[in-house]
């Protein structure tokens, strides 16, 4: 009786509402939407394999030892390489890294603990905005601030444009990484009697390094691939050679300040800077060295990256006892 | 005893009070709170100090070309003279050519980047979510001179060529849209339509993350709710999540406009770099940062540098004000806590 009742009130209501709402229509329109967002994120994921892969094959076929050990030949002479553009990179990559860490921990520092007064919240604001500047204005204000000013292009305004740009990085990551540190650290450290400067030196900066690391790390990444803020800062120098500066600093009996001095007053190459002069001109052999210069610079991002945020996920599973 | 505590008051009571600045200074640097202090906040003013000083510099060092050109620098023109021997300058082909470029770029990747923010935020399984978001991040980390160059030798030959033949020979004929898509594309492909493509693959990334990002922190209950209805999942995405967290994603759009407008290599190597004075997508065509990239250190005259600081001090008005609207919708529905607004 009663299940006879249900079939027939089963059927024919749910037949009823399936044509009054179009269920069909609306089951079909809901799996084929979100087969388009699956599709998407395909069609995006296969844009990032297509460049990183065309990148390696491309880069392997002309990498070689003398790009590593050789400064940039004249065209038509074989074993040239980009010894000036690497020790450039690194030379940019740790003056900026000097240049915006300090400063970057110590407003990160300010920012964790004062989050909501007005200047923690017009840092916050700011950096978040300072990240949208693009880099080509930093480089700008740099050309504007050092360059016109000194009389001549240099790693030193170079690194300075880099730091800029890496410091909303480091402010972001540190602040969010002292967050981390249980406040019972903290506050049993101020409990203790020691004062608040020496807290923060000797227990929540620490506890919290692993953190404010990767943040580096990752400004890091960005910044040395940043190519945009160099043209007209660091300009680019086919002839720097770290070695040969000390050399002929050496030589001439000067002081080491001198000689970090001429090191960092000259114009450098940088990978992404020579990447994009080679990639411009139309000799084979320039291009080929720019695609081993992609590259490199690939690996060195992608790693960075990739280590970075292995290394974070790690930790917050550790924190929360996974 | 008591004599002895006597003795101990008598000596703190007829001590020589010490003065109230050797008193500050004692304390000033045996706490080393202030110095402290002062030191983060002269840290945390430095960065906003930064920020103005850029706006500062770039007004003051483009002064001369601000007089001589006035309100002319800007007016929209088709005929438009950028002169370094004369010292005619003119902005409006560069900005034409970023807007049209990050504007047509956004048409592409707002649907791409909503589609996977969906799938990464609602739909795909959890272990999933991590590595693909990783993979998005990464996206967003690739150099721009790289993509530069896998635009040139790949992506112009083997996508932008073959694309702007067929919407030169399909839209290049309806009316208005010919003005938009009338050709020939140039035979490189080098054109403001490979910009716009190069554009839109660089800010998906960044619109992704903060879209998943709003997805994820608005309240279960509004799914459950909606299901409860009886909505299918893309009703509830399309009627529920996404009206509500719109303020959000409307943020995260702004925010990759913003970064499209700044974007200066990929675009440079592939933009085309020419001064044409067409409205077409399928021609060549120049950007404000472009420009500046290709010709600052090599400006011939005073003027020709102050234009060119004068461009960048538009671009960064632009770039500025569109991050503080941005930031400002993404904080409104984040709490200032979106995590993918780093990006």
């Keep these: 009786m009663s299940s006879g009742t249900n079939v027939w009130l089963g059927t024919s209501t749910k037949q009823l509402i399936q044509s009054r709402t179009g269920y069909r229509r609306r089951k079909f329109t809901n799996r084929i939407m979100l087969t388009v967002t699956a599709l998407f994120t395909l069609a995006a994921l296969a844009i990032l394999f297509w460049i990183i892969i065309y990148v390696v094959i491309k880069g392997l076929q002309y990498l070689n030892l003398d790009f590593f050990i050789h400064l940039p030949r004249p065209l038509g002479m074989p074993g040239g390489g980009v010894l000036n553009a690497i020790e450039g990179t690194i030379i940019l990559t740790i003056l900026a890294s000097l240049f915006a860490v300090i400063p970057g921990i110590l407003a990160a520092y300010y920012v964790a603990y004062n989050p909501n007064t007005p200047l923690g919240i017009a840092v916050r604001f700011g950096t978040d905005v300072l990240s949208g500047v693009p880099s080509i204005i930093i480089g700008l204000f740099c050309y504007a601030l050092i360059v016109k000013y000194q009389g001549h292009y240099s790693a030193l305004a170079g690194s300075i444009a880099l730091a800029i740009i890496m410091l909303p990085t480091i402010i972001r990551t540190t602040e969010e990484m002292i967050k981390l540190v249980p406040h019972s650290l903290r506050e049993g450290s101020l409990a203790l009697g020691s004062p608040e400067w020496k807290t923060a030196v000797s227990v929540s900066l620490p506890a919290a390094s692993q953190g404010i690391i990767t943040g580096i790390l990752l400004g890091i990444a960005r910044a040395s691939g940043e190519t945009a803020p160099l043209l007209f800062t660091a300009l680019g120098n086919d002839n720097y050679e770290v070695g040969k500066i000390i050399k002929a600093g050496l030589a001439n009996h000067k002081g080491i300040f001198a000689i970090l001095g001429s090191i960092v007053t000259q114009p450098v190459d940088s990978l992404p800077l020579t990447l994009w002069k080679y990639a411009q001109q139309p000799y084979p052999e320039r291009i080929n060295q720019s695609w081993a210069a992609a590259l490199v610079l690939l690996i060195f991002v992608l790693s960075l990256n990739i280590f970075t945020r292995i290394w974070v996920q790690v930790r917050a599973n550790r924190m929360q006892g996974k | ?343």
């Design chain 2, 1 to 343: 005893m008591i004599d002895n505590m006597a003795k101990q008051n008598h000596i703190i009571a007829n001590r020589r009070p010490p003065s109230r600045w050797a008193t500050r200074l004692r304390l000033a640097f045996h706490y080393g709170d202030r110095p402290w202090n002062a030191l983060t906040i002269s840290m945390a003013v430095l960065t906003i100090l930064v920020m103005l000083a850029i706006g500062v510099l770039l007004w003051r060092e483009s002064a001369g070309s601000r007089s001589a050109f006035g309100l002319n620098f800007l007016k929209p023109t088709t005929d438009a003279s950028w002169n370094p021997v004369s010292g005619e300058f003119q902005a409006w082909p560069f900005i034409y050519g970023t807007l049209v470029t990050s504007l047509f770029s956004l048409v592409l990747a707002v649907p791409l980047s909503l589609g996977v923010a969906i799938f990464l935020a609602e739909l795909c399984p959890e272990w999933l979510r991590l590595p693909l978001g990783g993979m998005f991040e990464l996206l967003a980390a690739i150099p721009s001179v790289i993509y530069g160059l896998w635009g040139i030798f790949v992506f112009l030959p083997k996508v932008v060529d073959p694309v702007g033949r067929f919407l030169d020979t399909t839209l290049g004929n309806v009316p208005v849209l010919s003005l938009f898509f009338h050709g020939p594309i140039p035979a490189s492909g080098a054109s403001l339509l490979a910009a716009a493509f190069i554009l839109s693959i660089m800010i998906t990334p960044t619109i992704t993350a903060i879209t998943r990002d709003v997805f994820l922190a608005i309240p279960v209950s509004q799914r459950e709710a909606s299901l409860a209805l009886g909505s299918t999942r893309w009703e509830t995405i399309w009627k529920v999540l996404i009206p509500y967290g719109l303020s959000g994603i409307l943020g995260a759009v702004i925010l990759g406009l913003g970064r499209a407008l700044g974007e200066t290599m990929a675009v440079t190597m592939v933009v085309g770099n020419s001064i044409g004075g067409s409205l077409s997508l399928l021609r060549p065509g120049y950007t404000m940062s472009s420009i500046i990239a290709n010709e600052f250190a090599e400006a011939v005259s005073p003027l020709h540098t102050q234009a060119l600081i004068e461009v960048g001090l538009i671009l960064f008005i632009i770039t500025l004000l569109l991050n503080i609207l941005a930031r400002l919708l993404v904080w409104r529905v984040g709490r200032g806590n979106v995590q993918g607004a780093r990006a």
